[in-house]
């Protein structure tokens, strides 16, 4: 089976837990970056991390986006949305159909 993990500050994360996902709480981007690589290692399948945390760990995030696993999802910290998770579902869906179904909603 397939592990789902997911890496941000407490308050973001912690609910999580509840539905039986691998929680790892960061204080920095530069810890949550060591966690990152750490679930990579354990071959994790899906790794949710928080917008600020993927922002400031983009150049591993690129590496990662040329493998098929993990699948690398941001998502928003409670202090709200940076907009990186649409752009980069955005830009997926644009890499798979060859076209932004999205509109110029940005």
């Not at 308050?11 to 970056?33: N, P």
């Not at 994790?44 to 995030?61: D, G, H, K, M, P």
């Amino acid at each position: 089976m397939n592990s789902i993990g997911v890496i941000g500050d407490r308050d973001s994360v912690i609910g999580f837990r509840a539905l039986g996902m691998t929680v790892l709480e960061a204080v920095d981007s530069a810890q949550a970056g060591r966690q990152l690589r750490t679930l990579v290692q354990e071959n994790y399948a899906v790794i949710f991390i928080t917008e600020s945390y993927a922002e400031a760990n983009q150049e591993y995030l690129q590496v990662l986006r040329s493998r098929k696993l993990p699948a690398v999802i941001p998502i928003p910290s409670l202090t709200g949305s940076t907009g990186l998770g649409m752009r980069t579902v955005r830009e997926s869906v644009r890499k798979a159909v060859g076209m932004d179904l999205f509109g110029d909603d940005e």
